[in-house]
């Protein structure tokens, strides 16, 4: 069963840095796009940052600049260093991954249980 492990989570003060970890693991054969979600109370989930298995990157316009989006192909594992954060970041993180269990299988998705981010003063 694939596995998806979130850390780093935590409480800041705005501007200040935060860098979550999502480690994959369980029979995978491999792994295709990792990305980060959040989601806020009241608020639909919505993507933060995705990396692809060749590491082309995507942001959502709210943390161009201040989020980067990274990952450890052998270690199967995302990382987001989260610079400048702001009260609106305030959210639960979700790592999703798209991944393979075989070379035969199609590509499923998988989710984390979610890390809390909370940016307050």
């Known amino acids: 069963q694939v596995q998806l492990v979130e850390s780093g989570g935590g409480s800041v003060q705005p501007g200040e840095s935060l860098r979550l970890s999502c480690a994959a693991s369980?029979?995978?054969?491999?792994?295709?796009?990792m990305g980060w979600y959040r989601q806020s109370p009241g608020k639909d989930r919505e993507l933060v940052a995705s990396i692809t298995s060749v590491g082309t990157t995507t942001y959502s316009d709210s943390v161009k600049g201040r989020f980067t989006i990274s990952r450890d192909n052998a270690k199967k594992t995302a990382y987001l260093q989260m610079n400048n954060l702001r009260f609106e970041d305030t959210a639960v993180y979700y790592c999703?991954?798209?991944?393979?269990?075989?070379?035969?299988?199609?590509?499923?998705?998988?989710w984390g249980q979610g890390t809390q981010v909370t940016v307050s003063s």
């Open positions: 999703k991954t798209i991944a393979r269990r075989s070379y035969f299988s199609t590509p499923n998705s998988y």
């Open positions: 369980g029979g995978i054969f491999s792994i295709d796009t």
